[in-house]
């Protein structure tokens, strides 16, 4: 094949270096592609080493220096290279472009070059401080010869196995709170789920003085009987999710029967078809949406037994529950539930036969509504039932001339509410606060001898936790409040001595039985065990005559023991007799007409349950 004449008279005369610009010729795009080619082709030319591309581990970028430790004449030759005649030869448009891609592969080559340089002199230097502490664990132990070889072998094996487990450590666990880097899991005991839900101190000191009666609440609920749990629900304390809990959450005979997409539930008693909770969510507001005390004393029993004579009426146990809550955060709650909408236009406020009037009980609002009422809004209204509500739903307002405040003078009025509320809060059968969860239940599962399934939930986030405010709102809101404040302190400090003592009684009860099985198996052990002696001394009639008085004087000292432990074991258990206790002792009763293997096989399990109590 002949080439073009452009191509013959490039091949004619070799290529020199100039610094002007070559003249034009016939055909100067063939003549630079052809050019490039051939000059390319040559294998000690510079075009080739153009081509080839730097040396590994060299950056031909601006002002850039050779990285690794590379003859200096292979970058003076690259540098070189831009001012060839090849250059030269191209046009102006493709000697930009071909600048532009020798730049942009310049910077690629110059980062590889960098992580490639600081990869090897990381494991440089890892290697030779895990080499050194290895030889000096090692070093007497191997020789000297094979020491490197073994040393980066097992250098290898340790630095995959720390980045395996890393890998690992990073999948299952990638989060800082890892369960499996808690050491405290396996080094302490589980804490006690009832002290730990309000972060208070272990130790409580009481600042009022109550009886034992007004500390142990066990009350004989017979829920086959016609005993009546009735829910006094007082507004943004929590009552919803307890009211919840006593439907939905609790073990009975004849649980609820609850339908999907209705709140109210059907709580019968076993056997009848009666109801044997008067609550929100079992029988609805029969008396009034959030009827207080004064309404509930009065309304109740009429409502349960309505279809029925006076004369023919049972004699019902009414027994009153509630929930109490810190009274800044219920106001708030209830500011926030009353800026979404809430109004409780329901409630009858029925008080002495009776609802009150528009002059006894004004309203605070004009419209339909005070949704978007701002907060000193709704502090500066004084008609406003949030003040003090949870003292004036737990007080007998008959006391005080119901709504009608030109009754008594105003502080005469507080007092006498306040010390009503007292005394009806501390005779209720129960009542629970919704900053103690777990508390409340436990109370209530000890007052009523009644199980939850699940165990309650403490939140610490509401929508008054969320409100801020400021030192001076907070006093304003604990002075429009100050008969709820100090309501609920004295209900603060009766409920948690109420826990207290119920938990020493408890932890008392649990130490006295168990003395008692240990007193019992004791007791049964060696009348067993002198029983099987004596046994077999009967069987074995050969022995020595002289020893038969000390065995007629031990065996009746043994007797003698014998009766005094068991005088002594029926007199304990006549006291406090168990339901373990009498099974065992009928189940005894009967046993000592068995057999002598059986006695043997007695013995055995009697040292086995003295061992397990010990």
């Known amino acids: 094949m002949a080439l073009p004449a452009c191509a ?17 010729t016939t055909c100067p795009r063939r003549h630079s592609r052809v050019e490039a080619e051939l000059a390319a082709s040559r294998p000690g030319s510079v075009a080739a080493s153009v081509r080839a591309g730097p040396p590994r581990g060299v950056s031909r970028g ?10 200096l004449k292979a970058s003076s030759s690259l540098a070189g290279a831009a001012r060839a005649p090849l250059f030269a030869l191209l046009a102006r448009g493709r000697r930009r472009r071909m600048h532009d891609l020798r730049r942009r592969w310049d910077l690629g080559s110059l980062c590889r070059a960098l992580l490639t340089r600081g990869l090897a002199a990381l ?59 808690r050491l405290q899991a396996f080094s302490s ?44 629900h007082i507004q943004k304390t929590g009552g919803t999710t307890f009211g919840r809990h006593l439907v939905r959450n609790i073990q009975l005979e004849q649980p609820c029967e609850c339908r999907v997409g209705q709140k109210k539930c059907t709580c019968h008693r076993p056997g009848k078809r009666e109801t044997w909770l008067f609550s929100r969510f079992s029988t609805g507001w029969s008396c009034g949406l ?20 006076a004369r023919l009426r049972p004699s019902r146990n009414f027994h009153y529950i509630t929930i109490l809550r810190d009274p800044v955060s219920r106001y708030l709650s209830e500011w926030r539930h009353v800026q979404r909408g809430a109004t409780w236009k329901a409630s009858l406020h029925v008080c002495d036969g009776r609802p009150p009037t528009s002059e006894e009980l004004p309203s605070c609002y004009t419209g339909d509504d005070w949704s978007g009422c701002p907060l000193k809004e709704f502090m500066d209204c004084p008609y406003n039932l949030a003040n003090n509500r949870q003292v004036r739903m737990l007080s007998d307002l008959t006391l005080v001339g119901c709504y009608n405040l030109s009754v008594m003078p105003e502080k005469q009025r507080n007092k006498v509410l306040l010390e009503s509320a007292k005394s009806n809060l501390k005779h209720m059968a129960f009542f629970g606060l919704t900053e103690f969860q777990r508390k409340t239940q436990y109370l209530f599962e000890k007052t009523f001898n009644m199980n939850f399934i699940s165990p309650f939930t403490q939140y610490n986030t509401t929508r008054a936790s969320s409100v801020e405010i400021n030192e001076e709102i907070q006093k304003r809101i604990e002075g429009l409040n100050f008969l709820d404040m100090e309501l609920y302190s004295y209900a603060k400090d009766l409920f948690l001595q109420r826990y207290q003592f119920m938990r020493q009684k408890e932890h008392q ?36 005559p002289s020893q038969t008085p000390n065995l007629n004087a031990s065996q009746n000292v043994t007797q003698n023991l014998i009766q005094n432990l068991i005088q002594n074991l029926t007199q304990s258990s006549g006291q406090n007799p168990s339901p373990k206790e009498n099974r065992e002792s009928q189940k005894q009763s009967p046993g000592q007409e068995q057999s002598d293997g059986n006695t043997s096989n007695d013995t055995h399990d009697y040292i086995g349950s003295v061992e397990k109590w010990r």
């Not at 013959?8 to 034009?24: K, S, V």
Request: proline fraction near 8%; include cysteine.
């Open 8 to 24: 013959a008279r490039a091949l004619g005369p070799p290529l020199q270096p100039e610094r002007e610009a070559p003249a034009r």
């Open 62 to 71: 601006f002002n850039s220096q050779p990285l690794l430790d590379e003859p």
């Open 123 to 181: 494991g440089h230097s890892l290697k030779h401080v895990l080499g050194a502490i290895f030889s000096k664990i090692f070093g007497p132990l191997a020789s000297v010869g094979n020491m490197d070889e073994k040393s980066n072998k097992l250098l290898l094996a340790l630095v995959m196995l720390f980045l395996f487990a890393v890998i690992v450590l990073q999948y299952v666990c990638p989060g800082t709170e890892c369960q499996l880097l």
């Open 189 to 232: 005991p589980m804490p006690d789920p009832y002290r730990s839900e309000d972060e208070s101190s272990a130790r409580f000191v009481p600042r009022y003085n109550f009886s034992r009666g007004d500390l142990l609440r066990k009350v004989d609920f017979d829920i086959k009987g016609d005993d009546l749990i009735v829910f006094l």
């Open 290 to 309: 959030h009827a207080d005390w004064t309404e509930l004393t009065s309304c109740v029993p009429a409502v349960v037994d309505s279809k029925r004579d």
């Open 509 to 544: 009860e649990a130490r006295q039985k168990r003395q008692e099985q240990r007193k019992f198996l004791k007791g049964r052990f060696l009348q067993t065990h002198f029983q099987s002696q004596s046994q077999g001394q009967s069987q074995n009639p050969s022995q020595n």
